[in-house]
């Protein structure tokens, strides 16, 4: 299943722009990074879906900061919902896939 469409393209505007800088200290840069950057490890997020699905992206940055990501496709945009550290969790079943 394809969940990223081609080309990659990032949805910002007033209501995502700055939102997870001012909230969690992660920036646009750093959460666009976390798509192109190996291991990338995608899931639906089922419970948080309603009319368009949502997904969670665990991934790291180019300086290797580890980020989990709440995202959802708008046509062919990703549009990104939340971004912040993973979690003591997140991080240790990324680190062992």
């Known amino acids: 299943m394809q969940i990223i469409p081609e080309p990659t393209e990032f949805e910002w ?5 700055n939102k997870n800088q001012l909230k969690h200290g992660v920036e646009n840069q750093e959460i666009e990074e976390i798509f192109f ?23 790291q940055t ?3 900061r580890k980020l989990s990501i709440i995202f959802t496709v708008r046509k062919t945009k990703i549009r990104v919902i939340s971004a ?3 979690s003591l969790k997140e991080r240790k079943f990324y680190e062992t896939k």
């Open 13 to 17: 505007d007033e209501g995502n722009l």
């Open 37 to 59: 950057n190996l291991p990338v490890l995608f899931s639906p997020d089922p419970k948080h879906s309603g009319e368009e699905g949502r997904y969670l992206v665990l991934g």
């Open 62 to 64: 180019d300086k290797h």
């Open 84 to 86: 912040r550290p993973m």
